[in-house]
C-alpha cells in the first residue's frame, strides 16, 4: 500500500545522533565466547523470531517482558520510537540474548527489557550491564530509568546493584515506582558486575555479524523453561 | 536383624516440573520402583516419604498419605520422615528398620521436593529455617553462608584453594553430562568460572569464599527404592544388592557451639558406623556418592568419611583419583551440583545411583566393576547426617 | 552485654549459647544465666551476597564471634574489611524485621 510520506513525517520521530555501542566479548562459564554488538534496525524481523515464542510463556513474566520487547521492537522498525537502540548477545551467530532501551532525553535513558533466551550462564545478567554501560559511558547519560515485572529482575537489578528508588515516579513502562542507576552508582557496581573485553577478535565479530541465527521455537521455549515431566 | 535389599529403584530427571503436582512427581520413581522389581499387583506393606519441606513449597503436609492413596497402596503403612536434607537418607533408614526387624517384607522409599514453586530467595529462606531461630536465622544467615564460614576456614587449614573448588564443580558437571537425571547438562571451564576475568558475572560470590558455581543449584526432584529382606530377593529375579552398613549421627544445631567448627563430627560418625555394620573400610569402596552441596563438601565428606586423610581430599581430587576411571569415583552421578538437589529426594537418588552401579546398569557413567558404594547425605549444616554401605552380593 | 544471655553449667561449666536443655558435656539441667561481655574475636566469616527472602540487602557480613568471657555467638557485621582474629565491639540492634516488627540481635563493629 503507497504509504502518505506526508502525513509518515508528522508520525515519524525525528532520530537523534547515537554513538554506536562498541562490540565486546565475554567468555561464559561454559568456555564459549559471546559477542555483546548493537544490532540494526533491519535485523528486527529476525529478532522478533526469536522474542515470539517466549510471549507463550507464563512463568517468571516471560510473556509480559516478550509481548513488550515484540511491540517496542517492531515501533523501532516501523518508526514508531524515537531513539531507541538494541544490543544482543550471540554465541557463534546464534542469538542468546537481547536488551533495549531508548534514549529518553540526552541526560536520561530509559531502559526497557532484557530477554534472555539461553537461561543458567547468566547471559542476561551481562547484556543487562552492558546496557547500563551504554547509556552511561557512550550515550554519556546522567542517570538510568529502570523498572521490572518479575520478581527475578527486582531482585537482579534494583538489589544486586543498589539502584535509588524514584518514589511515585513513573518509568515510561508504567508499573511501580521505579528505580535509577546514577553514575555514581554504576562506578560501585560495575567491577562487579560488567566485564567484557574490546576489540572483538575479527573472526568472531565476523561470525557474530555473518548470520543472526535463531533457535526454532521448541528450541527456545526448552531453553527458557526447563521443564522436565511428563511421564 | 534380617539383612535388607534393594530390588526396585526410579528417579525422574531432576530439574523443574510445572504440570505435575509434588505427590504425581514422587509418584513416577514409585511406578518405575515397583516395575524394575517387577511387583506387579503384589502388596506393598510400608511407604516411607523423605520430603523436608512441602508444607512450605507446595503448601501442603501428610505427603505419604496422600502419595499411599494416590499409587493404591491403601492399607498400607505411611509415613512422611522429615530430617532437612538428609530427609531422603532418614527414609532409606526407616524402611531399613522396618524390613530389618522383621516387621514388613515389601517396603517403598520414596524421597523427593518440589522446590521450584516458589522462586530462588524464598527457597534459600525456607531452607534457612533449619537454622536456630534466634541465634542463626534472624541474622540471614542462608546454608551457604555456613558453608562459606566453613570453606573460609578450612582453606586457611588445610591450604584447599578455589581452584581446588573449581575442580569439583567441573568434575561434577561433566559427570552430570553422561547422568539422563541430571538437572544440569552443561560443561563448565575453569576459564568461564574462575580464570577468565570475565568470571566474576558468571560465577557471581554467593557467600565468599563460595561462588555460583561453588552451590548446587534448587531442584524439584525424586527418587524411589523398593527394599525387601535379602532372602526375597531371589523372587524378584534382580541382582541382589544388599543395604550392608547404615550409620546416622547429629551434631550441634549452631556451628558456633562446635570446638571445632572444621570438623563434621556427625559425617564421622555415621560414616564409622556404616563401615562398621557394612565390616568394611573406606578402602573396599569403589564409588561414593556424597553431598556436595557446595563444591567444599566434597572434599571434606571424602576425608571425614575415612576416604582420604584430613587436608588429602583436594590432592586426591587434582590427581585425578575421584574422577570416573579413578580409584575411587566421588559423585559419578554429577553428585548435588550436576543431578541437583531436591531436598528430601536426595539422600534416596544417592543410593538409587550406587545401585544402578552395583548392578553394571548405570550406563555411561558406570564405574567398572562396582561391588561396594557408599553415600552420604548431610542434614542442616552436618548436624544430622546418614550414611549408607550398599553392597553387591552373589 | 545484657541482652546476649549465654549459660554456664553449674555442674561442669560448659559455656553455651543459644540455651538448652541439658549439657551438651555433663547433661546436667541447671545453669547460671550470665552475660557476654568484652570485645568479641571474630573465628570466621562470610560475605552473604545471597541474603533470604524478607532481607532486601544487597550483601552482608556474617560472622561467629568468641567473647573475652568465652560466649561464642553469630552475629551481623559491620565493618568494612572483616579479618579473622579481628577485635569488635558487640552492640544489640535491629537485624531483621519479622512479621512487621525490628527483631534485635547481636551486631559488631570496630571501635567503641
Known amino acids: 500500500m503507497p504509504m502518505d510520506m506526508e502525513l509518515e513525517a508528522l508520525l515519524r520521530p525525528p532520530a537523534s545522533q547515537m554513538p554506536t555501542y562498541p562490540p565486546k566479548w565475554i567468555t561464559l562459564a561454559t568456555g564459549a565466547k559471546m559477542v555483546v554488538r548493537q544490532l540494526e534496525r533491519g535485523d528486527v524481523p529476525t529478532l522478533l523470531n526469536a522474542v515470539r515464542p517466549t510471549m507463550k510463556v507464563a512463568r517468571d513474566y516471560y510473556d509480559i517482558v516478550g509481548a513488550r520487547l515484540y511491540a517496542e521492537l517492531l515501533g523501532w522498525y516501523r518508526y514508531r520510537v524515537k531513539d531507541h537502540y538494541c544490543l544482543a548477545g550471540q554465541v557463534n551467530g546464534a542469538l542468546v540474548g537481547i536488551v533495549n532501551g531508548r534514549m529518553y532525553t540526552p541526560e536520561i535513558g530509559m531502559s526497557y527489557h532484557t530477554l534472555a533466551i539461553d537461561r543458567g550462564l547468566r547471559v542476561g545478567a551481562h547484556l543487562f550491564a552492558a546496557k547500563m554501560e551504554y547509556h552511561l559511558e557512550y550515550l554519556g547519560q546522567e542517570e538510568v530509568w529502570i523498572t521490572a515485572e518479575s520478581p527475578i529482575g527486582f531482585r537482579r537489578w534494583m538489589i544486586e546493584y543498589g539502584l535509588e528508588l524514584k518514589e511515585g515516579m513513573q518509568h515510561e513502562l508504567g508499573g511501580a515506582s521505579f528505580y535509577s542507576l546514577t553514575k555514581a552508582i554504576w562506578h560501585e557496581a560495575k567491577p562487579r558486575l560488567c566485564v567484557g573485553s574490546r576489540p572483538v577478535p575479527r573472526e568472531l565479530l565476523a561470525k557474530a555479524e555473518l548470520e543472526i541465527r535463531v533457535a526454532d521455537e521448541g528450541h527456545i521455549l526448552d531453553k527458557i523453561l526447563g521443564v522436565k515431566g511428563g511421564d | 536383624m534380617r539383612k535388607v535389599a534393594i530390588v526396585g529403584v526410579g528417579m525422574i530427571p531432576f530439574g523443574r516440573y510445572e504440570s505435575e503436582s509434588l505427590v504425581e512427581m514422587l509418584a513416577m520413581p514409585a511406578l518405575r520402583a515397583m516395575d524394575d522389581a517387577g511387583i506387579g499387583d503384589r502388596a506393598v506393606d510400608a511407604l516411607y516419604v523423605g520430603n523436608m519441606a512441602a508444607g512450605m513449597f507446595n503448601h501442603q503436609s501428610a505427603v505419604a498419605s496422600a502419595l499411599a492413596d494416590y499409587l493404591a497402596l491403601l492399607p498400607a503403612a505411611a509415613d512422611t520422615i522429615e530430617n532437612g536434607p538428609a530427609s531422603g537418607g532418614s527414609a532409606i533408614k526407616n524402611g531399613l528398620l522396618a524390613v530389618a526387624s522383621g516387621y514388613y517384607d515389601l517396603v517403598l522409599v520414596v524421597g523427593g521436593e518440589k522446590m521450584r514453586d516458589v522462586i530462588g530467595p524464598r527457597a534459600t529462606d525456607t531452607v534457612a529455617t533449619m537454622t536456630h531461630p534466634t541465634a542463626e536465622y534472624i541474622y540471614g544467615v542462608t546454608l551457604p553462608s555456613l558453608a562459606g564460614m566453613f570453606t573460609r576456614l578450612y582453606m586457611e587449614k588445610y591450604g584447599v584453594t578455589e581452584r581446588h573448588l573449581a575442580q569439583v564443580a567441573i568434575k561434577n558437571h561433566n559427570n552430570g553430562l553422561l547422568n539422563p537425571y541430571a538437572h544440569i547438562h552443561a560443561s563448565i571451564t575453569q576459564e568461564g568460572i574462575l580464570d577468565s576475568p570475565h568470571s566474576v558475572v558468571n560465577s557471581p560470590i554467593v557467600s565468599d569464599p563460595l561462588r555460583l558455581y561453588d552451590c548446587c543449584p534448587v531442584s524439584d526432584g525424586a527418587a524411589a527404592l523398593l527394599l525387601c529382606p535379602a532372602e526375597m530377593v531371589a523372587e524378584f529375579k534382580k541382582p541382589k544388592v544388599v543395604i550392608a552398613g547404615f550409620g546416622q549421627a547429629t551434631d550441634t544445631q549452631t556451628v558456633q557451639e562446635r570446638e571445632d567448627p572444621t570438623d563434621l563430627k556427625a559425617v564421622r560418625l555415621a560414616a564409622q558406623q556404616a563401615f562398621a555394620m557394612a565390616k568394611q573400610t573406606p578402602r573396599d569402596v569403589d564409588l561414593a556418592e556424597l553431598h556436595d552441596a557446595f563444591t567444599i563438601l566434597e572434599i571434606a565428606e571424602s576425608e571425614h568419611a575415612g576416604f582420604f586423610k584430613k587436608g588429602e581430599g583436594a590432592r586426591a581430587l587434582e590427581e585425578g583419583r575421584t574422577r570416573i576411571g579413578g580409584d575411587l569415583p566421588i559423585n559419578p552421578s554429577g553428585g548435588l551440583k550436576a543431578r541437583g538437589h531436591a531436598l528430601g529426594g536426595t539422600g534416596v537418588a544417592q543410593v538409587a545411583e550406587l545401585v544402578w552401579h552395583l548392578r553394571g546398569e548405570a550406563g555411561q557413567r558406570q564405574v567398572k566393576g562396582a561391588e561396594v558404594g557408599f553415600s552420604l547425605n548431610f542434614g542442616g549444616f552436618g548436624n544430622n547426617v546418614t550414611a549408607f554401605v550398599l553392597r553387591r552380593e552373589a | ?112
Open chain 3, 1 to 112: 552485654m545484657k541482652e546476649l544471655v549465654a549459660y554456664r553449667c553449674k555442674k561442669c561449666g560448659l559455656i553455651m549459647y543459644p540455651k538448652h536443655g541439658r549439657c551438651l558435656r555433663c547433661k546436667a539441667r541447671e545453669f547460671e544465666p550470665f552475660e557476654a561481655e568484652g570485645d568479641a574475636r571474630l573465628i570466621t566469616y562470610t560475605d552473604n551476597q545471597t541474603l533470604p527472602w524478607g532481607i532486601d540487602d544487597r550483601q552482608r557480613f556474617l560472622g561467629i564471634v568468641e567473647f573475652a568471657n568465652g560466649v561464642k555467638a553469630m552475629g551481623w557485621l559491620k565493618v568494612a574489611t572483616p579479618k579473622l582474629g579481628m577485635k569488635l565491639k558487640p552492640h544489640w540492634e535491629p537485624v531483621r524485621v519479622m512479621g512487621g516488627e525490628d527483631v534485635y540481635g547481636l551486631v559488631l563493629r570496630q571501635g567503641k
